[in-house]
């Protein structure tokens, strides 16, 4: 059958066009759509995060951990059913919980959660509003959980705890939601904490707007140091973190808790004093040259009014290439490295600012529509949930060349390949697409899934 159209009236040949088995393109009258290609997915893909998934144990995990206040004595999508079913539609980036209707037939997604349709975008939407505070502990006890079992396939001998906070922006009457001056926008101000080495995303806080970077940092921080304490002792501790953060109270809680940290601080009188004789080397060290770049490094020992004793202070005085006037940069540490390695420790958290921007655009970090404070804060940890198990899967599977690539990359070359499903009486086949052009990496990475096997430590 062809398309037939009628010029005279575009909405009956629109309609008549839909009633048609075929459409015949008038590009090229050689060709032919229908949507008679049987049973197919876009996401096939999917079976290898699914296969990661299964190996690391983490879907049993997931399925047991998280129990919402469920008044209802039986449901057909149970809460764990429904976390998985998030989380694998968040790797495919199906953000919206609309999309489960879209998906409730998938036969990638229906294979892979075991059941013959998926949860609806209103059972979705009730479980998020079932969560509660009690949730939130769940969810930091699983993440503390899944990353034991990753450690036992790498173990880490160095943990670089990253701080910084961010904004998540509201568009409505969000429960805790208020304009941060800082940011200049309506929102949230959650605290995170990455491990800068991995990008492993170790916590994160939802808070309300108006907070500042280091309000409750502390009481955030300690269940880290207490599990990698606790748990790795071996492990060497270290931590960054910009001027928010420059807190006696984190100082403190830092060398109580044998973690070298590099912290920057803003600039006073008293500083730049104690900075004058590193002014005065870079002044004599460009009479001669004052058009190219220059810098100077130092230290010294400085106590501010609210710390309880002397820490050393590293500064950095710097003439930027073309001009006369000088930047003084100040950062609080107790490392015994030489001033320049502090500044250029400190000045590699520049990454922090492309993993927050990954899991803004590659998982929808910043997604929160509720009007509940406490449904968004555990919306939040369902997408930190997706991001790390994600993040282990590039580092713990994919080959090498291809873990430094967005999670939009991996998608594109790896995720959206065509897969057609067909049965027969002991087997489902997922036959994906002949042309696929990353068709070799996708069985190195499956190779490297199998060969998983946890480490002695």
Not at 212 to 224: A, I, K, T
Not at 260 to 271: D, F, G, P, Q
Not at 406 to 427: F, G, M, P, V
Not at 431 to 436: A, G, I, Q, R
Request: proline share 3%; net charge neutral.
């Amino acid at each position: 059958m062809i398309w037939v159209t009628d010029p005279t009236n575009n909405n009956k040949g629109e309609a008549l066009m839909r009633s048609l088995m075929d459409v015949q393109l008038e590009s090229n009258s050689k060709i032919k759509i229908n949507f008679d290609g049987g049973n197919l997915s876009s996401d096939g893909g999917l079976l290898l995060l699914n296969e990661f998934v299964s190996k690391m144990g983490f879907d049993e995990k997931l399925s047991r951990a998280i129990q919402t206040n469920d008044a209802a004595s039986h449901r057909k999508h149970k809460d764990g059913e429904n976390l998985l079913q998030v989380i694998y539609q968040l790797f495919a980036a199906y953000f919206e919980d609309d999309c489960a209707d879209e998906l409730t037939k998938d036969p990638v997604f229906t294979a892979i959660l075991g059941k013959g349709a998926l949860a609806s975008q209103p059972t979705l939407s009730r479980f998020y509003n079932r969560m509660d505070r009690t949730t939130l502990d769940q969810f930091e006890q699983l993440g503390k959980e899944l990353r034991s079992v990753v450690n036992k396939y790498s173990h880490p001998e160095i943990v670089l705890f990253d701080l910084d906070s961010t904004l998540l922006e509201t568009h409505g009457r969000q429960g805790g939601n208020a304009y941060n001056y800082v940011y200049k926008s309506n929102g949230y101000h959650p605290i995170v904490c990455y491990d800068g080495l991995t990008g492993d995303l170790l916590k994160a806080q939802l808070r309300q707007g108006t907070v500042y970077s280091s309000n409750g940092v502390c009481e955030f921080m300690q269940p880290l140091f207490d599990e990698y304490l606790g748990l790795y002792p071996e492990t060497s501790l270290f931590l960054r973190g910009d001027s928010g953060f420059a807190t006696p109270g984190l100082f403190k809680q830092c060398e109580t808790n044998g973690t070298s940290y590099a912290i920057r601080i803003k600039e006073n009188k008293v500083l730049l004093g104690h900075a004058a004789h590193l002014a005065d080397e870079l002044y004599y060290k460009t009479q001669t040259n004052m058009v190219d770049y220059a810098v100077v490094h130092g230290d010294f020992y400085y106590q501010a009014g609210s710390w309880d004793y002397p820490r050393r202070v590293v500064c950095k005085i710097e003439k930027p290439a073309g001009q006369l006037t000088h930047s003084y940069f100040f950062f609080v540490t107790n490392m015994l490295m030489r001033p320049e390695k502090v500044v250029m420790f400190y000045c590699n958290r520049g990454s922090m600012e492309n993993m927050i921007k990954e899991c803004k655009n590659g998982f929808d970090f910043a997604a929160v529509p509720s009007s509940s404070e406490t449904v968004n804060a555990n919306r939040l940890q369902v997408h930190v949930l997706a991001y790390n198990i994600f993040n282990w899967f590039k580092r713990l599977a994919l080959p090498e060349k291809m873990r430094k690539h967005t999670a939009d990359t991996i998608r594109l070359k790896l995720i959206k390949i065509a897969a057609r499903a067909t049965r027969s009486a002991r087997y489902v086949w997922f036959k994906l697409c002949s042309h696929c052009p990353y068709k070799d990496v996708f069985y190195e990475t499956l190779v490297n899934i199998r060969r998983l096997k946890p480490q002695a430590v």
